[in-house]
């Protein structure tokens, strides 16, 4: 990750889509109670088959992100409940993991249930992946799509901005500008 600088601006938002494999992150800026820019983008991706060393090096990503990019804000997808109980339990550690980063360093924790960040970012709570990519293409003025796990993340961090300021249910009214490339 670049250090980046974020320019004096408004409100900075940290969003995780936790995963134990791959975890997406998106930060944005809330300059105004209506318009936020896109700051950076990306993924945490796991390595080695032992799940503890998994869940330090997501514990270790989102506190270098949250050095790198100095949000004031930290939002976080709530688990879903899966058929599959290890995988649910994997995601639960993944998410503390990323939590615990945002709590060491003295961020306030937001956290939507994905029908909610749905709702926010695309105006439907049943969205797609494929649509929630879109609309964060959209919102942000975005030249290109994000993978789908960042998309996510920033969807989530557009969530918690609609949420902050009491904008939940306006979804998409809310406007962006694009400020930096995705990693």
């Given amino acids: 990750m670049h250090n980046l600088k974020i320019p004096g601006g408004g409100l900075i ?31 945490i991706r796991t390595e080695g088959e032992i799940f503890v060393d998994k869940l330090k090096q997501i514990y270790d ?18 688990p879903f409940v899966s058929k599959n109980v290890d995988s649910s339990f994997k995601l639960c550690h993944a998410r503390a993991s990323a939590i615990l980063a945002a709590l060491n360093a003295g961020l306030p924790v937001g956290e939507y249930s994905p029908r909610k960040v749905k709702q926010a970012a695309a105006g439907y709570g049943n969205a797609s992946k494929e649509q929630i990519q879109q609309m964060v293409v959209r919102l942000l003025k975005l030249d290109r799509v994000p993978q789908s796990d960042a998309a996510d993340a920033l969807a989530i961090a557009i969530c918690h901005a609609n949420t902050t300021l ?8 809310v406007t962006g500008t694009a400020r930096r490339r995705m990693h």
């Fill in 13 to 43: 938002i940290l969003g995780i889509d936790p995963g134990s494999r791959v975890t997406g992150y998106g930060v944005i800026d809330l300059v105004s109670p209506l318009k936020f820019s896109y700051v950076c983008s990306g993924c």
């Fill in 61 to 78: 990503g989102v506190s270098e992100i949250i050095v790198q990019t100095g949000p004031q804000q930290f939002a976080i997808e709530e």
């Fill in 166 to 173: 009491g904008l939940a249910g306006m979804g998409n009214s």
